[in-house]
């Protein structure tokens, strides 16, 4: 299973509400995780189950969707926010990453 | 908390065989979670290698499935991996991380990475 990432990077300004979006070549349910990863850091997980806030995450990051189509959101931009995020899907022990999205300060 | 830390040679020459260890701390490898390995190509995206369970039963990604092994070892509560003939297109960044068990309206998941090891360079070069 393919997950195609859009965009493949996206400049904001602090306080913007942004939406990035993962598309699956099949349908995947709800098994979808969003990691956030910073340079030179391990990626950091921060929703799981499509829409599940893992514990610990601030509440402006969102995800929804399910199928194929699912999105990120972070509804107003924080300085640290800005990173490289990638979506993961689970498929009976096969794992697949998508090619990430590079959000830059504006 | 569980953490987990890789070690491991930093070069490997070509053809030659890779070897990393993840020593797991804070919690037991025997718990009811899988452990992965994960790498990074220089600037690019992440590439899921395998993970193992504490009975030894394994799965690993198909595209390298033939020069990976994954093992685990109980008393040093640690998983190690081994890729063989490796090439300059193994250079990467490799991370373990252990694969996280959810429950979600009811059902069990297990399928997320969490925690993540700090992730540890090796270079295949000559």
């Known amino acids: 299973i393919q997950l195609t990432q859009s965009p493949s990077s996206l400049s904001a300004s602090v306080g913007d509400r942004v939406t990035i979006t993962c598309r699956a070549s099949?349908?995947?349910?709800?098994?979808l995780a969003w990691y956030q990863q910073k340079p030179g850091k391990a990626p950091k997980l921060l929703i799981y189950a499509a829409s599940t806030l893992q514990s610990g995450v601030p509440s402006r990051f969102s995800g929804s969707g399910s199928g194929t189509d699912f999105t990120l959101t972070i509804s107003s931009l924080q300085p640290e926010d800005f990173a490289t995020y990638y979506c993961q899907q689970l498929n009976s022990h096969m794992y697949t990453f998508g090619q990430g999205t590079k959000l830059e300060i504006k | 908390q569980v953490q987990l830390q890789e070690s491991g040679p930093g070069l490997v020459k070509p053809s030659g065989t890779l070897s990393l260890t993840c020593a797991v701390s804070?919690?037991?490898?025997?718990?009811?979670?899988?452990w992965s390995w994960v790498r990074q190509p220089p600037g690019k995206g992440l590439e899921w290698i395998g993970e193992?369970?504490?009975?030894?039963?394994?799965n690993y990604n198909p595209s390298l499935k033939s020069r990976v092994t994954i093992s685990v070892d109980k008393s040093k509560n640690q998983f190690s991996l081994k890729l063989s003939s490796v090439t300059a297109a193994d250079t990467a960044v490799y991370y373990c991380a252990r694969v996280l068990i959810t429950m979600v309206r009811g059902v069990i998941i297990t399928g997320w990475f969490d925690p993540w090891g700090q992730g540890t360079l090796v270079t295949v070069s000559s």
């Open positions: 193992i369970y504490h009975s030894g039963s394994t």
């Open positions: 804070g919690g037991s490898i025997s718990s009811s979670n899988w």
């Open positions: 099949q349908g995947i349910s709800s098994y």
